[in-house]
């Protein structure tokens, strides 16, 4: 049998949502534990220069998340390297599960599990994944020094990579189905006057093409949405930067969802259908999906889940 540890708020996830519901949690003695999950510190570690961040011009996103982290600590959260595998809200107190051996039995539960990189399913991605193919600029645009490199998206995060790419790309051509970007204007002005780039617009990634021995990508077949024209594109290197998708997984059969799988919550709120389990951050966003709206909603469970133990209580 592993170990079972009792909190009065489990919180899972370790992003701008979790770290700040655990400032706010700690700061209400709560006494919450945070599991950290995967992604110590969440999306923004995956890239640079955030610069959106109220009080920060420019912070790296690692950095910032390193600083979230030891708030939250200072203030007393009890933080946590596990996975939650298995949540079981058909009770209270909740019962999870982690991959660690630990049991956790909590009278609320703050959902901040936050969102995660899509893939367009084509079987050579998958094929070439690792090897050539990646989700994460700034993970991996190191390798590819000198070298000609594609992006598929037309959003702020296909912009900002194809961006921070130019730093090791010889050219870097943004690949998008439409001829309008998603991305804010700010940053499609830089894209579109950066000598390195080259928009491809009216184009979708078709098939990776590459070497088998040993495994490497050597380009991209395209194909022209207006004519079906297929083309092909060297490149060492494929950056899909193609949005997130929540990362509902614990609980998609068990609370109600929006937009495609985001969690449900009540207007103004952080409930979810379930009394005592409150969602915050991209889980429950499909509109802003930002660290600062994240953040604030860290917050705002927290103040959920301290009044709504205190009516336990009372
Ligand atoms: P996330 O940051 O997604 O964190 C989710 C957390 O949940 C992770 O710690 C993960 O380990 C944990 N988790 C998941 N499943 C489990 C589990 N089963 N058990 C335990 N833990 C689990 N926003 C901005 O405002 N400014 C920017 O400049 C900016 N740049 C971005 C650049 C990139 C490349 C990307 C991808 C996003 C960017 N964003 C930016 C968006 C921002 O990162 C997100 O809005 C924000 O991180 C969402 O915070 P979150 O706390 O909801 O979840
Ligand atoms: P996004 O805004 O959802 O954009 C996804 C892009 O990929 C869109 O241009 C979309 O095309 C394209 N796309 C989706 N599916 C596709 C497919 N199957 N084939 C080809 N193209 C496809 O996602 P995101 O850029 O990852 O941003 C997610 C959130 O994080 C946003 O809220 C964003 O503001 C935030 N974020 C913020 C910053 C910042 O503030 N600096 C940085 C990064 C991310 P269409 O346009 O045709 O739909």
Redesign the pocket.
């Known amino acids: 049998m592993g170990e079972t540890r009792h909190t009065k708020v489990l919180i899972i996830g370790s992003g701008p949502a979790g770290y700040t519901a655990g400032v706010y949690a700690s700061r209400a003695m709560l006494e919450p534990i945070l599991v950290q999950g995967i992604e110590p510190g969440g999306q923004l570690t995956t890239t640079t220069e955030v610069e ?1 961040w109220p009080g920060d011009t420019e912070v790296q996103g690692p950095d910032l998340m390193v600083r979230m982290e030891a708030h939250a600590k200072a203030m007393g959260c009890d933080i946590v390297s596990d996975i939650i595998t298995d949540l079981d809200l058909s009770s209270r107190p909740f019962t999870a599960t982690g991959d660690s051996g630990v049991t956790y039995i909590a009278d609320a539960v703050i959902l901040a599990t936050g969102a995660r990189a899509k893939w ?1 399913g084509l079987p050579s991605e998958e094929k070439f994944k690792g090897f050539g193919v990646s989700a994460c600029a700034t993970c991996d645009g190191f390798f590819y020094r000198g070298q000609e490199i594609v992006v ?7 912009v ?1 990579e194809a961006l921070f790419l130019t730093n090791f790309a010889s050219k870097v051509t943004l690949i ?3 001829d309008e970007l ?1 991305a804010e204007k700010i940053l499609q002005d830089r894209l579109l006057k950066h000598p390195k780039i080259e928009p491809l617009w009216f184009h ?1 990634l078709e098939e990776v093409i590459g070497a088998d021995n040993p495994l490497g990508v050597e380009g991209v077949r395209v194909r022209n949405v207006q004519t079906d024209e297929i083309t092909e594109i060297a490149a060492k290197g494929v950056f899909i ?4 998708a929540p990362a509902n997984e614990l609980v998609k059969d068990v609370l109600e969802l929006h937009n495609g799988g985001y969690v449900s919550v009540k207007p103004g709120t952080t409930e979810t259908s379930v009394p005592g389990v409150f969602a915050a951050g991209d889980l429950t966003d499909h509109k ?3 660290a600062v709206t994240s953040a604030g909603m860290g917050c705002m469970a927290a103040l959920d889940a301290e009044r709504f133990l205190a009516e336990q209580d009372g």
Do not use: F, P
């Open positions: 959106n367009l598929v998206g037309g959003g702020n995060t296909a900002e998008h189905r439409r998603r979708t930067a193609i949005g997130h802003y999906r930002q």
